[in-house]
T-cell receptor
Framework: DAKTTQPPSMDCAEGRAANLPCNHSTISGNEYVYWYRQIHSQGPQYIIHGLKNNETNEMASLIITEDRKSSTLILPHATLRDTAVYYCIARQAGKSTFGDGTTLTVKP | SQTIHQWPATLVQPVGSPLSLECTVEGTSNPNLYWYRQAAGRGLQLLFYSVGIGQISSEVPQNLSASRPQDRQFILSSKKLLLSDSGFYLC????FGQGRLFFGSGTQLSVL
């Protein structure tokens, strides 16, 4: 897996968009970018993934730069329940390790 | 649909006691299976990885072992627990050859 770098923490106002960045400058051509989030004392939950095109689902949008060296997860209208640790990983298949992620705190 | 079961949810064990955590997956065949450990406030550390029955890859030297006696069963064990084995243990699976991981609900292990 390519190494990923994320800011340790971010704040966001409730109702505003939350933009979580991730750097993966050593990503290889066949590695996908995956995003998960973990609410305290629960297993991580899959959010979205992409290879090189931008992706959107019911939870979030994923913007990947053209050179694929970084990406941004966008939660369009953050709610208090979006407060969690968000992990970005770059992998194809098989084993992978999660870094410390970004702790997103949504404030009223 | 596929589901993953992991138990128990919490466990308190004395130092030197044995450990057995079990994880089972339903609704899929030949999954890749994983054991992760998470220290408080930290990311997930991959402990073991399996691509098939009896095929276990250990990622870090430690006091733990893993076994896969059946296609959809993954067991994490220890003969003698150490204080440093405390943590949040997560089982996960993925479709063979694909990247998306599906996690269990985790076991909070406290070794006292």
């Amino acid at each position: 897996d390519a190494k990923t770098t994320q800011p340790p923490s971010m704040d966001c106002a409730e109702g505003r968009a939350a933009n979580l960045p991730c750097n993966h400058s050593t990503i290889s051509g066949n590695e996908y970018v995956y995003w998960y989030r973990q609410i305290h004392s629960q297993g991580p939950q899959y959010i979205i993934h992409g290879l090189k095109n931008n992706e959107t689902n019911e939870m979030a949008s994923l913007i990947i730069t053209e050179d694929r060296k970084s990406s941004t997860l966008i939660l369009p209208h953050a709610t208090l329940r979006d407060t969690a640790v968000y992990y970005c990983i770059a992998r194809q298949a098989g084993k992978s390790t999660f870094g410390d992620g970004t702790t997103l705190t949504v404030k009223p | 649909s596929q589901t993953i079961h992991q138990w128990p949810a919490t466990l308190v064990q004395p130092v030197g006691s044995p450990l057995s955590l079990e994880c089972t997956v339903e609704g899929t065949s030949n999954p890749n299976l994983y054991w992760y450990r998470q220290a408080a406030g930290r990311g997930l550390q991959l402990l073991f990885y399996s691509v098939g029955i009896g095929q276990i890859s250990s990622e870090v030297p430690q006091n733990l072992s893993a076994s896969r006696p059946q296609d959809r069963q993954f067991i994490l064990s220890s003969k003698k627990l150490l204080l440093s084995d405390s943590g949040f243990y997560l089982c996960a699976w993925s479709v063979f050859g694909q990247g998306r991981l599906f996690f269990g609900s985790g076991t909070q292990l406290s070794v006292l």
